[in-house]
């Protein structure tokens, strides 16, 4: 078996947790911040954060034209929280110049639970892992769209919390804040 070398977009956000989890489940990884880097890639992993200065900072650093032509030529990716507003197609509440990397076919609203004080935690099915998932969310996004070939994965408050699309896969909660790793494998297991 091939063990795949999976990216983590070092611009903000958990990326050392994100790197911890993945080599949990048996995948190599290497911080993201130069076009170089994408190069070999099995996977790359989009961590929270805020996703207006991940645009910024993507652009300053000239990595966000080589990433968002590696997303179109099929590079896997998972984004979580501000990552899953990177992966969005459109965005609802973004600044008026936000951009995104874009490939999966939804509408995100950022901050749609609300400010950092309306953080919470809660237990979530989600397809593709057995047992509930302690799902923790911090200033979380939801999907308020979902295109034809976008599969739900999990909801939250009537909203879609997790989805997936092909090689995409996003999630509105941080599962790298907690010590289960079962995302980063459902992720790494379709490299």
Not at 2 to 24: K, N, S, Y
Not at 36 to 51: A, T
Not at 135 to 144: K, Q
Request: hydrophobic share 45%.
């Amino acid at each position: 078996m091939v063990t795949p070398t999976v990216g983590v977009l070092a611009l903000q956000g958990d990326v050392v947790d994100h790197r911890r989890a993945l080599e949990a489940v048996g995948a190599r990884t290497r911080t993201v911040r130069r076009p170089e880097e994408l190069v070999g890639l099995d996977g790359i992993v989009l961590p929270g954060g805020e996703s207006s200065t991940i645009d910024r900072l993507s652009r300053r650093f000239g990595v966000r034209e080589p990433l968002v032509a590696a997303l179109r030529a099929g590079l896997p990716a998972y984004g979580s929280c501000a990552g899953m507003i990177m992966l969005a197609d459109e965005i609802v509440d973004g600044l008026p110049d936000q951009q995104t990397f874009g490939g999966l076919d939804v509408t995100v609203r950022r901050n749609a639970f609300g400010r950092q004080v309306d953080s919470f935690e809660t237990d979530l099915d989600l397809i593709g892992v057995d047992g509930t998932l302690h799902a923790v969310f911090i200033r979380a996004p939801w999907v308020e769209r979902v295109g034809a070939d976008v599969e739900v994965l999990a909801s939250a408050a009537g909203h879609p919390v997790a989805v997936r699309q092909g090689a995409l896969l996003a999630t509105s909660f941080h599962p790298e804040a907690t010590a289960d790793t079962r995302v980063h494998a459902l992720f790494a297991a379709g490299l």
